[in-house]
């Protein structure tokens, strides 16, 4: 598990953008990428692909993954691709109701043509970055016609929405309504519509009064029909994760320090409790109180974390969120030191061993988020090189 230790935001800015340009973007663009024009849903730790059924929701983070990558100055075919799978997504992956089905299968064809919330935020958040990549405002139109149907039919009297058909309910869960967050404000910043920064705000709101819980800042996962925490232990389960990338959102979703406050509670809770010194990795799971439910630790919270301490060292300049980027980046790598560069591991065990399996195409559009935000610190001897 030990690799070569990064000791200064530049250096990571630099080991970042070598492994994304030089490594990851090409093997995702290329063997990453099928032959019916949809991208592979893993490859092996090896760098090959594995064929097996693709869910809409991976097409959906791949085409923003591309879409910033190109933003970010690489010169392969991120059009190419992005264009290919964003064809397949509008023309075969929605339903006649307009709404998006779930599961593609190896030749291409939809198997599942179930709803879910989880499917429809990333769909309408590829469609946002897709429309500002490619200079179409037709996919803005798309995505309002969609949000349209969501508002008619899924807005719950409650706040927030219904879940659809593949995660049975209750208990209902606060992640898709986080990821709906994301694409209304990555809409709302690409379209400029007023809809989606209603749209934003309102869940923003339902975060403050629902998901929230008050007394430890620290965001729970399942909750009642009236956005109670259920009752038992499920309801204290908290994903430092979760805690992180909230977190990063209010930082970069509200002007004038709004988020503040929010952010703040959030980082505390998951830097005191979600943090595995000796690993110096973000931990899965734990319960309110802070014990440790699941000391293992997936890639994604990884990238959470670097995203929170971009933003939070953005406002204050402040060492100790310079030296968090440096620590959270260099958590990152672990993850990233593969047999075949470009490929990553997605679960590392209690004891320091990896999980023994393929390289999961979801975590892309984590990894690709945190550095783009990596490269935007702008500081002595740094140049900002994206924005959200």
């Given at each position: 598990?030990?690799?070569?230790?990064?000791?200064?935001?530049?250096?990571?800015?630099?080991?970042?953008?070598?492994?994304?340009?030089?490594?990851?973007?090409?093997?995702?663009?290329?063997?990453?990428?099928?032959?019916?024009?949809?991208?592979?849903?893993?490859?092996?730790?090896?760098?090959?692909?594995?064929?097996?059924?693709?869910?809409?929701?991976?097409?959906?983070?791949?085409?923003?993954?591309?879409?910033?990558?190109?933003?970010?100055?690489?010169?392969?075919?991120?059009?190419?691709?992005?264009?290919?799978?964003?064809?397949?997504?509008?023309?075969?992956?929605?339903?006649?109701?307009?709404?998006?089905?779930?599961?593609?299968?190896?030749?291409?064809?939809?198997?599942?043509?179930?709803?879910?919330?989880?499917?429809?935020?990333?769909?309408?958040?590829?469609?946002?970055?897709?429309?500002?990549?490619?200079?179409?405002?037709?996919?803005?139109?798309?995505?309002?016609?969609?949000?349209?149907?969501?508002?008619?039919?899924?807005?719950?009297?409650?706040?927030g929405f219904w879940e659809g058909e593949?995660?049975?309910?209750?208990?209902?869960?606060?992640?898709?309504?986080?990821?709906?967050?994301?694409?209304?404000?990555?809409?709302?910043?690409?379209?400029?519509?007023?809809?989606?920064?209603?749209?934003?705000?309102?869940?923003?709101?339902?975060?403050?009064?629902?998901?929230?819980?008050?007394?430890?800042?620290?965001?729970?996962?399942?909750?009642?029909?009236?956005?109670?925490?259920?009752?038992?232990?499920?309801?204290?389960?908290?994903e430092p994760g979760h805690c992180l990338?909230?977190?990063?959102?209010?930082?970069?979703?509200?002007?004038?320090?709004?988020?503040?406050?929010?952010?703040?509670?959030?980082?505390?809770?998951?830097?005191?409790?979600?943090?595995?010194?000796?690993?110096?990795?973000?931990?899965?799971?734990?319960?309110?109180?802070?014990?440790?439910?699941?000391?293992?630790?997936?890639?994604?919270?990884?990238?959470?974390?670097?995203?929170?301490?971009?933003?939070?060292?953005?406002?204050?300049?402040?060492?100790?969120?310079?030296?968090?980027?440096?620590?959270?980046?260099?958590?990152?790598?672990?993850?990233?030191?593969?047999?075949?560069?470009?490929?990553?591991?997605?679960?590392?065990?209690?004891?320091?061993?990896?999980?023994?399996?393929?390289?999961?195409?979801?975590?892309?559009?984590?990894?690709?988020?945190?550095?783009?935000?990596?490269?935007?610190?702008?500081?002595?001897?740094?140049?900002?090189?994206?924005?959200?």
């Amino acid at each position: 598990m030990s690799v070569s230790t990064i000791a200064t935001i530049k250096d990571a800015q630099q080991s970042a953008k070598e492994w994304l340009f030089a490594h990851a973007a090409p093997l995702w663009s290329s063997v990453g990428f099928c032959a019916d024009g949809l991208f592979a849903e893993r490859l092996t730790i090896d760098g090959v692909q594995v064929a097996m059924k693709r869910r809409l929701r991976v097409q959906a983070r791949q085409i923003y993954a591309f879409c910033t990558i190109g933003k970010l100055g690489w010169d392969g075919p991120w059009r190419q691709v992005v264009e290919s799978s964003l064809d397949i997504l509008l023309n075969r992956g929605r339903r006649e109701d307009g709404l998006f089905a779930h599961l593609f299968d190896e030749d291409g064809n939809v198997v599942d043509s179930r709803i879910d919330l989880y499917d429809h935020a990333f769909g309408l958040f590829a469609l946002a970055h897709a429309g500002h990549a490619l200079q179409r405002p037709d996919l803005f139109d798309i995505a309002e016609d969609i949000q349209n149907i969501l508002d008619e039919k899924w807005a719950r009297p409650q706040g927030g929405f219904w879940e659809g058909e593949l995660t049975p309910s209750p208990p209902y869960r606060q992640n898709p309504h986080m990821h709906m967050f994301e694409s209304a404000l990555a809409h709302y910043r690409f379209s400029g519509r007023e809809r989606w920064q209603v749209m934003k705000d309102r869940l923003g709101e339902l975060f403050r009064e629902r998901f929230r819980d008050a007394d430890s800042g620290a965001v729970t996962e399942y909750f009642d029909r009236d956005w109670n925490k259920v009752e038992g232990r499920d309801g204290e389960i908290v994903e430092p994760g979760h805690c992180l990338e909230w977190a990063w959102l209010f930082e970069v979703g509200f002007d004038g320090g709004e988020g503040v406050d929010i952010s703040d509670g959030l980082v505390g809770f998951a830097r005191r409790h979600g943090l595995s010194e000796s690993r110096g990795v973000a931990i899965n799971e734990v319960w309110l109180s802070g014990a440790v439910k699941d000391g293992g630790a997936r890639l994604w919270p990884q990238t959470e974390r670097l995203k929170a301490a971009v933003a939070r060292y953005k406002r204050t300049k402040e060492d100790s969120e310079a030296n968090e980027i440096v620590a959270a980046f260099n958590g990152l790598l672990l993850y990233l030191d593969t047999p075949a560069r470009g490929t990553w591991y997605d679960k590392l065990n209690e004891d320091g061993s990896w999980v023994a399996e393929d390289a999961p195409a979801s975590s892309f559009y984590h990894i690709v988020c945190a550095i783009a935000e990596l490269l935007a610190v702008n500081g002595p001897g740094l140049n900002a090189t994206h924005t959200y």
